[in-house]
C-alpha cells in the first residue's frame, strides 16, 4: 500500500508538472504529501527513512537532474513529520497543519538555497506566492488521498 501510493504520487506530480506552468497558479508537491500520509502505515521509522531517502534519490533523477539533494531534504522533512506526529494524533485537521508546515519549509529552504547559489534574486513575495501555490493543489489532493487511504483502511479492517 505504501509503494503504491507513494508511486501514484509520484507519478502524478510528473503528469501535473507538464500541465501546469512553474509559474502557474499551482506548483504541486504530491511526493511531499504521500510521504506524510503515509509515515502512520510503517511500524518502523528507520523503515520510512528509507523509503524516503530512496524516494529522494528517485525524485532527484526523475525531475532535478541532481544527485541526493531531494533525498537529503526528503529525509530532513522526514523527521519532521516524524516529530509532529508524535504531538498530533492521526485526524485530517492535525494532517492539513503537518502539510502545510512542511510545504513552508519545503519551499522556503530550497528557494533560499536557490538565492544562496545566485540562480534567484530574492523576492519576499515570490516565496509566499510560491508557498501559497503549493498549499492549494496540495490541499485538494491530500483531501482526494487522506479520505481514500481511511476508507481502504477501514475496508481491510472490515475484511479480516
Known amino acids: 500500500m505504501k509503494v503504491i501510493i507513494l508511486i501514484i504520487s509520484f507519478l502524478l506530480e510528473g503528469v501535473i508538472s507538464n500541465f501546469v506552468s512553474i509559474n502557474g497558479f499551482m506548483a504541486p508537491l ?63 485537521i492535525n494532517f492539513l497543519i503537518i502539510m502545510a508546515i512542511c510545504i513552508l519549509i519545503y519551499r522556503t529552504f530550497t528557494y533560499s538555497l536557490l538565492v544562496l547559489v545566485s540562480s534567484v534574486s530574492f523576492s519576499f513575495i515570490a516565496l509566499i506566492l510560491s508557498i501559497l501555490k503549493s498549499l492549494i493543489i496540495n490541499l485538494i489532493y491530500s483531501a482526494i488521498l487522506f479520505f481514500v487511504l481511511k476508507k481502504v483502511r477501514k475496508k481491510s479492517k472490515c475484511s479480516l
Open 30 to 92: 504530491f511526493t511531499l504529501v504521500s510521504l506524510i500520509v503515509i509515515y502512520p502505515l510503517f511500524d518502523d521509522v528507520s523503515e520510512y527513512y528509507k523509503y524516503v531517502f530512496v524516494t529522494g534519490l528517485v525524485y532527484d533523477l526523475f525531475y532535478t537532474d541532481t544527485i541526493i539533494f531531494h533525498a537529503i531534504i526528503f529525509c530532513f522533512m522526514a523527521f519532521i513529520i516524524t516529530r509532529m506526529n508524535l504531538v498530533l494524533s492521526d485526524n485530517y
